[in-house]
């Protein structure tokens, strides 16, 4: 799994860092993201793999 994929659901996170750094600033640079969503990262995946928009959103929801 590269770094294209949700390390929380496996699904694309739309991380144009992880894709490309070409593509300008990702929509990750926009946004908030709490210390607690880390912990739902497993710790070989942690700081390696981006969460994508869906998870970051429901996670915010939750709280």
């Known amino acids: 799994m590269t770094n294209e994929h949700c390390p929380i659901c496996g699904q694309g996170n739309n991380c144009c860092y992880g894709r490309e750094k070409s593509l300008g600033e990702c929509w990750c ?15 070989e995946d942690l700081y390696k793999k981006c969460i994508c928009k869906g998870c970051l959103d ?5 709280l």
Do not use: D, S
Not at 30 to 43: K, L, N, Q, S, T
């Open 29 to 43: 640079t926009e946004e908030a993201f709490p210390h607690a969503i880390f912990e739902a990262i497993e710790e």
């Open 58 to 62: 429901q996670f915010k929801e939750k």
